[in-house]
């Protein structure tokens, strides 16, 4: 076995009990997952579920965006939510952080390039990586007590994050553009939809992006226990003393 811990990624964000569980579930040699990135990682991982279900991996991927209207284009391709926040410097600040929202939305909306217009399809995507995200919450919080496992999570964290990214990319085997704007949609509901929650408790919402929300206002458990009730997907809080929000140079914004 050799891995080179200068170039590694791999090693530098999750020391060799990181390389060696990225191993164990993608089915790659140690050498081979020290030398490949998240992406490919997360790849050879759905690969090796595939194969292992008896589902044909096509060797090169040929199915192409589908044509669709421009009115369907610019209501789909929108990306993430974020919400300016106003130039400032704001006491006691905390931020509630979704865990690994995108793979969980995945999971929960049974998305998979075979399932868009086709929901009640059992969706191999969906249930490729819900072991995973499973594995990436334990290791999330038995990171708090055992400092051990933080190599493992960050690994795991990095595959679970470019998981989403890839089911936009035309030539991943199970990627979909139409599963990747689907993911974004939804969180966009979701984050909207907790920023509403969170202001109908009376708590300040200074700024959301994407999977997280920084708000003041207490108590934050009673908050983080509203939005795990209504969104279903888990929370994580960070707190902050302060924070500041610089303004552009042109004064539109921070």
């Given at each position: ?11 530098r ?78 006491e ?10 995108y ?55 990095w ?33 909207i ?46 707190t ?9 140079k ?5």
């Amino acid at each position: 076995m050799l891995i080179d811990t200068e170039q590694s990624f791999t090693y530098r964000e999750g020391g060799l009990p990181g390389v060696l569980v990225a191993a164990r579930i993608t089915g790659l040699s140690l050498n081979r997952t020290g030398r490949f990135t998240p992406g490919t990682l997360v790849s050879a991982f759905e690969v090796y579920a595939a194969l292992s279900q008896g589902i044909a991996v096509p060797w090169l991927k040929t199915d192409a965006e589908r044509v669709k209207p421009a009115a369907a284009l610019r209501a789909a391709e929108r990306g993430g939510m974020t919400f300016q926040p106003v130039p400032g410097v704001y006491e006691r600040v905390y931020q509630i952080d979704f865990t690994s929202l995108y793979p969980s939305i995945i999971v929960k909306h049974n998305l998979s390039p075979e399932t868009v217009g086709h929901p009640e399809r059992p969706g191999f995507l969906a249930e490729c990586l819900r072991p995973l995200l499973e594995m990436r919450i334990g290791t999330k919080t038995a990171k708090r007590t055992d400092p051990a496992v933080a190599g493992m999570d960050s690994v795991l964290k990095w595959m679970l994050v470019t998981c989403f990214g890839y089911t936009g990319y035309k030539n991943a085997k199970f990627g979909r553009v139409d599963v990747h704007e689907a993911i974004t949609q939804h969180s966009r509901e979701v984050l909207i939809s907790s920023k509403e929650l969170a202001e109908s408790l009376g708590f300040n919402v200074l700024h959301g992006i994407t999977d997280c929300l920084f708000v003041q206002g207490s108590p934050v458990s009673a908050l983080k226990a509203a939005v795990e009730a209504t969104s279903g997907y888990l929370t994580e809080i960070e707190t902050f003393d302060r924070a500041v929000f610089l303004p552009q140079k042109d004064r539109t914004g921070a």
